[in-house]
């Protein structure tokens, strides 16, 4: 069964930066177009980033355009989002997903992990 594990996680300051993990198993990495959504009590789950199985095409969120890089490795069966100059609005459950090539299977989500910006 496939499988999405999300790490890297935590606490920043204003200004700072984090990276998030999301890794695969039980599934061909390399077919998953994968991306992240956020979550915060104030607001609904967000898009925040996308990038296709065969890695040539990204997506972002406008709130987070410039700020956020989603790249894959997919020797690793990992998708990274690296978030620079972050802002307390940034503040969030992010959560990853997996979406199989050709929409041969559900979309998988990972278990979220809490990104917590102060000011």
């Known amino acids: 069964q496939v499988r999405l594990v999300e790490s890297g996680g935590g606490l920043a300051q204003a200004g700072g930066s984090l990276r998030l993990s999301c890794e695969l198993s039980?599934?061909?990495?390399?077919?998953?177009?994968m991306g992240w959504f956020r979550q915060s009590p104030v607001r609904d789950r967000d898009f925040v980033a996308e990038i296709s199985w065969k890695g040539g095409r990204t997506d972002y969120a406008a709130s987070v355009k410039g700020r956020f890089t989603i790249s894959r490795d997919n020797a690793k069966n990992t998708a990274y989002l690296q978030m620079n100059s972050l802002k307390p609005e940034d503040t969030a459950v992010y959560y990853c997903?997996?979406?199989?090539?050709?929409?041969?299977?559900?979309?998988?989500w990972g278990q979220g992990t809490q990104v917590t910006v102060s000011s």
């Open positions: 039980g599934g061909t990495f390399s077919t998953y177009t």
């Open positions: 997903y997996g979406d199989p090539e050709g929409a041969a299977g559900p979309r998988r």
